[in-house]
């Protein structure tokens, strides 16, 4: 079964690689825009990436590894999907940048161990069958002192979950998001965690999308709309943070939050 969830996956990415146009990517907003707070977090935990070793695990488009090799990481673009790698190395040209690409399995790293500084990934988890043993991996990839970085949507808020349900055509369907729990699991394989969740009040955008402005989730990825349009949404958006930062300090909130952002250091 877990190879047929692979292959699955493999065809759905390889099958939307082929419709991206690298050319209207702009990959500085998917780490610095308002509406990029999963990676904002992320990036003030990492510190001075220049010359480190950088394995983008599930790079997709390689908007991820383009950013941090145009901040100076020696940085390896891998996806079980070859359409996502060859996109990402047309990314990395596109923007004068040099990466390695490669075709590996995120549960069964063709790495040694202690090879890179840091392992990133982005919205990769929820798509494995065992998410669990690809921390496993990050971990035994990891230098000692280096630091496993990725941010995943949670199981918990309803509001996301009807959104699932609804945007079928975008997602595949053995996608399972995360519970936040997994923080558990992280923190018994790495010597220093932090993390913070993302997405309270600031869902509203969804319902905006969908309720007022009528964007069908089937025809457009909400996740990459947000970014897309973030000087548009930056104002609102601003406004509903701050409300987050709020609702995240009263007790049992965080978890019906859309995205968990995870730093651990091995």
Known sequence: MREDVFDKEKRFHDQWASTIDVEGIKVKDYFEACTAPENRFILRQMGDIRGKRLLDLGCGAGENSVYFAKKGALCVASDYSPGM?????????????????????AIALDCPDNTFD????????????????????????????????????LKHNPIINVYRRMATSVRTEDETPLDINIVHFVKSHFSQTTYDTFWLATLWIFLRFYLIEKVDPNKERYWKKIIIEQARLAPEYRRLEKLDVILKKLPLMKRFAWNIAVVATK
């Open 85 to 105: 790698v060859e996109v990402a190395l047309q990314l990395a040209a596109a923007n004068n940048v040099k990466i390695q690409g490669r075709t590996m399995n």
């Open 118 to 153: 840091f392992v990133y990934a982005s919205n990769l988890l929820h798509h494995l069958p065992d998410p669990h043993a690809a921390i496993s991996e990050m971990h035994r990839v990891l230098k000692p002192g280096g630091k496993a970085c990725f941010w995943e949507p």
